[in-house]
C-alpha cells in the first residue's frame, strides 16, 4: 500500500453501536414518502444576477441574527438543479453578484440564501450558522453522522437520484463473486492483507463494512475518481455514488448482491433547534413545504380539458366515468357551454376538466375521442395544493407540535 494512502487510513472510523443497515439505525429520520413521484428531467435554471441592491452587510453571529437562512449548493450538479426547482415554485433566487456566497428569494423577505458546498451546508446546519439547506441525503448522512438536531423535511425533491454502492472488479479474484455475503467469505482477506475498500463516505462506509461483517478490511480515503483505485491497484473495492452505473462499466468494476450502503436524492433539510427556536423559520419552512410539496405533485399530472356532446352533465360524467386513464382528482369537473342556436340559448356540448397523470395522456386522449370528446386541450399545472400536506403534519408531529 503506498504511503499516501496508508496516511489516509480510517483507522479510528468504524463507529462501535452495531445495527442492520446505516438508514434505520438513524436517528436522522427522513419524513415519510407521500404519494409517487415524476422522474421527469427538468429544465435547466439559474439564478438571476442583479445589481440594483447593494449587497447585505456581513452577516451576524448565529446567535443574534434575525434573518433566517438556507444554504443551497454551490457547486456541483446539485447547484443547477435546486435553483431550477425553486424557480418552478416561484422563488427564483436572486444573486446580487455571482462572486458573492449570498443571495435572496423575492417572494420570501426574511430568508438570507447561503451558497455553500453540500458538506458545509451539514456542518453549518449543525453549528447553528444555517436553518435549512437542500442537499443529497448521501452528504446528510455522512457529515450529519446520525446527528438528531438534522430533520429530513422533504426527502423526495426528485433530483439528484444516486445509490451509494460498493462495487468490485468484474474479474480476476472477483469473477465470481457476486454478492456482499461471497465478498465477506473470500479466504484471500486476512489480518496482513485485509481487503481495501476506498471511498468518500469513511462514516457510512465504515458503519456498512462493520455491520455486514467485515473483519479484515480497511477503507482508504480518497475525494475524487475513485473508480481509478481498483484498475491502478491500489485498491480491491470502492464505496461511491453510482447513477447510471456507466463510471463504473467504463472502469470494469461491478455491483453486487446487498452492496447498496444507501438510496439518495436531493433533500430539504432543517436544523431541530432552529424550527424550535428561531423566529421565522417554522413559517418559511411551512411554505417552502406546501410550494415543493403541490409543485412537484403537479409535475407528474396535466389537465385536460375537452368539449363532450351530452343530454346533461351527469350523462357526460357517467361516460367519462367508465374511462380507465381518466379519474380526476376527484372527479371530472363539469360544465354547461352556452351557444346560441336560431336566436336562443341552448346547451349541447359540455366542458370537460379533467387531472390526468401525464403518463397516461396519450391513452387519455384516445379514450376520450372514443366517447366523443372534441377541442381536447392540455395545459401543464404549477401546483396541486392538497387541503393539508402530508410532510408538514409529519414534521409537527417529529417536532412535538
Ligand atoms: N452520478 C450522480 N448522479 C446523480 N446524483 C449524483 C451523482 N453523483 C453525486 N450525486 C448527488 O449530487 C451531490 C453532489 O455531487 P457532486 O459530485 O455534484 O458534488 P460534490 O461531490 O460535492 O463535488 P465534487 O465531486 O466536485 O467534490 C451528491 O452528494 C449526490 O447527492
Ligand atoms: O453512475 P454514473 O452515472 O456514471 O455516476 C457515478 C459517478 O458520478 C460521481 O462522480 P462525479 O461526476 O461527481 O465526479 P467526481 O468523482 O469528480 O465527484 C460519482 O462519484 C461517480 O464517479
Ligand atoms: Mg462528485
Redesign the pocket.
Known amino acids: 500500500m503506498s504511503a499516501m494512502l496508508a496516511a489516509r487510513l480510517y483507522s479510528a472510523a468504524i463507529p462501535s453501536h452495531q445495527s442492520p443497515s446505516p438508514r434505520s439505525s438513524f436517528r436522522l429520520r427522513p419524513m415519510p414518502t407521500a404519494g409517487s413521484r415524476s422522474l421527469a428531467p427538468r429544465a435547466a435554471a439559474s439564478a438571476t444576477v442583479v445589481s440594483t441592491k447593494p449587497a447585505p452587510a456581513a452577516a451576524p453571529s448565529s446567535a443574534d441574527r434575525s434573518v433566517v437562512r438556507i444554504g443551497l449548493p454551490s457547486?456541483?450538479?446539485?447547484a443547477e438543479q435546486t435553483l431550477s426547482l425553486l424557480k418552478s415554485c416561484q422563488l427564483s433566487v436572486r444573486q446580487l453578484n455571482p462572486r458573492q456566497y449570498t443571495a435572496d428569494i423575492p417572494l420570501i423577505p426574511n430568508l438570507e440564501v447561503w451558497f455553500q458546498?453540500?458538506?458545509d451546508i451539514v456542518r453549518k446546519l449543525q453549528s447553528g450558522d444555517l436553518d435549512l439547506g437542500v442537499v443529497?441525503f448521501?452528504?446528510v448522512s455522512e457529515y450529519g453522522q446520525a446527528n438528531d438536531d438534522l430533520v429530513v423535511v422533504h426527502d423526495d425533491l426528485d433530483f439528484?437520484?444516486?445509490r451509494l454502492s460498493l462495487a468490485v472488479p468484474k474479474g480476476g479474484a472477483f469473477e465470481n463473486i457476486n454478492s456482499l455475503e461471497e465478498l465477506v467469505r473470500m479466504p484471500e482477506w486476512t489480518e496482513e492483507r485485509p481487503l481495501r475498500v476506498v471511498t468518500g463516505f469513511g462514516y457510512l462506509g465504515a458503519k456498512f463494512l462493520k455491520d455486514n461483517g467485515f473483519k479484515h478490511v480497511v477503507l482508504l480515503s480518497a475525494?475524487?475518481a475513485l473508480e481509478s483505485f481498483p484498475p491502478m491497484g491500489m485498491a480491491d473495492a470502492i464505496v461511491d455514488?453510482v447513477?447510471s452505473g456507466t463510471t463504473l462499466r467504463e472502469n470494469n468494476l461491478k455491483e453486487i448482491e446487498g452492496g447498496v450502503v444507501l438510496e439518495?436524492q436531493a433533500t430539504l433539510v432543517a436544523s431541530r433547534r432552529s424550527l424550535h427556536k428561531r423566529e421565522g423559520v417554522l413559517e418559511i419552512t411551512h411554505e417552502l413545504l406546501e410550494r415543493l410539496e403541490a409543485h412537484l405533485r403537479a409535475s407528474a399530472e396535466l389537465m385536460v380539458t375537452a368539449n363532450m356532446r351530452g343530454n346533461s352533465a351527469e350523462d357526460v360524467a357517467q361516460r367519462v366515468h367508465s374511462l380507465t386513464s381518466i379519474c380526476g382528482l376527484q372527479g371530472p369537473t363539469i360544465s354547461p357551454v352556452y351557444c346560441r342556436r336560431d336566436g336562443e340559448v341552448a346547451v349541447e356540448y359540455y366542458a370537460m376538466n379533467v387531472v390526468v397523470p401525464q403518463k397516461l395522456l396519450y391513452k387519455a386522449i384516445q379514450q376520450l375521442r372514443s366517447i366523443g370528446g372534441s377541442g381536447v386541450l392540455v395545459t401543464k399545472l404549477t401546483y396541486i395544493f392538497d387541503e393539508e400536506t402530508p410532510r408538514w403534519r409529519n414534521l409537527l408531529t417529529e417536532l412535538g407540535l
Do not use: H, I, V
Open positions: 457547486k456541483g450538479r446539485m458546498r453540500p458538506k443529497g448521501d452528504t439528484g437520484q444516486c475525494d475524487g455514488l447513477s439518495s
